[in-house]
């Protein structure tokens, strides 16, 4: 069950201890959640985290609250902890942008973990990570690998790929789906291009000029990462005639196919693992034999397109597919495939 704990913290020392007094009185909490209040730029899926998380206490009948403080900094966030202390909390989830704020202060409360969803931690020696910090996120490589697989077997030889995540989640989208279309093409002679956009931030009305102007008239299908704009681009591909791929928490009818990106599995299957001891490193990842990765696909798909990405799906669950990804730094790949820039 969720306990409501709106800290205003740092509006003026007054209210700040005022604060802590009120909360300092409050229940015992397993979980944590932290946000910055009137940050609107927090990571897109906050409300899918918190229903994940909301699921999992329900299923396990224990707490959590969720205290707003004022400002990435590391004094806010040691306030709200030293509230979540005192209400006995084991584990406090953080926006992704709180990483650096993070590994500064948590090694000062070793009692509690830390969760970072939507992240990726850098491990080495220069930059330890403490061990009660985690970062917990999809297998966008699996992701990546899959759309790969069953893009070019669905009639399409370009696509227009608009990004709205441009960060570590597409380095790993990414980098699988070229491995992906490689096996896929293989030694075919068929090609397939891909015209890559970062609309991360961008007005509606770039976006717009980008999907007429370009898009439409050189490509056959368009990829969209994230949920912020999934409606709109579903209804773009729809009234141009282009094939629709998405990768993200929402799904619409009239896709071609679509990567769905499930919340409470993700941090289902990290509880499980990390109360049997079996969670090794900073990072957690989950993918398809998690639950974590599923795909939906409509009438839209080829026949051929869709026994594809069944078969690729079914791989990797049963894992008879094991996909060991090499990363390289985003501007290094976005400039392999091509990148665009949107003019405001």
């Known amino acids: 069950m969720k306990k409501t704990v709106l800290l205003i913290l740092g509006i003026c020392m007054m209210l700040f201890c ?23 730029a927090q990571e897109q899926n906050t409300e899918s985290i918190q229903e994940a998380l909301k ?14 403080i004022t400002g990435n900094t590391a004094g806010k966030l040691r306030g709200a902890l030293d509230l ?5 909390c084991g584990f406090v989830i953080v926006p992704a942008m709180f990483k650096d704020t993070v590994l ?8 509690m973990q830390f969760l970072l969803f939507d992240t990726y931690l850098e491990e080495h020696p220069e930059t330890e990570v403490p061990q009660n910090v985690h970062a917990l996120d999809f297998s966008y490589y699996e992701a990546g690998y899959t759309a790969g697989r069953t893009i070019p077997l669905n009639r399409c030889t370009t696509a227009g790929v608009l990004d709205d995540y441009h960060d570590e989640r597409s380095v790993r989208f990414f980098e699988g ?11 075919s002679g068929k090609e397939f291009s891909l015209k890559y956009f970062n609309v991360s931030g961008k007005s509606a009305n770039a976006i717009n000029q980008v999907i007429y102007q370009t898009i ?7 990829l969209y990462t994230g949920e912020k704009l999934e409606p709109y681009i579903r209804q773009y591909a729809i009234r141009t005639g282009m094939k629709y791929i998405g990768l993200g928490t929402q799904y619409g009818e009239f896709t071609s196919f679509y990567i769905v990106l499930n919340y409470s599995k993700l941090f289902g299957s990290f509880m499980v693992n ?17 639950g ?48 665009l820039e949107i003019e405001e």
């Open 18 to 40: 005022a604060g802590c007094e009120g909360a300092s009185k409050s229940t015992r909490v397993d979980f944590v959640v932290i946000e910055e209040y009137g940050n609107t």
């Open 55 to 68: 699921e999992y206490c329900q299923a396990y009948k224990t707490e959590y609250s969720v205290f707003t």
């Open 84 to 88: 979540a202390k005192n209400a006995e």
């Open 104 to 111: 500064t202060v948590a090694p000062e409360y070793p009692e």
């Open 177 to 187: 789906l070229m491995e992906g279309l490689e096996e896929t093409l293989g030694n």
């Open 216 to 222: 439409v008239t050189s490509s056959d299908a368009i």
């Open 274 to 290: 990390y109360q049997s001891g079996r969670i090794s490193g900073a990072n957690y990842t989950a993918g398809f034999p998690e």
């Open 292 to 339: 974590a990765l599923s795909t939906r696909y409509g009438a839209a798909l080829a026949p051929d397109a869709a026994a594809q990405l069944q078969e690729t799906g079914n791989e990797l669950v049963s894992g008879e597919l094991i996909l060991t990804p090499e990363i390289v730094p985003l501007e290094e790949l976005t400039s392999e495939i091509l990148t």
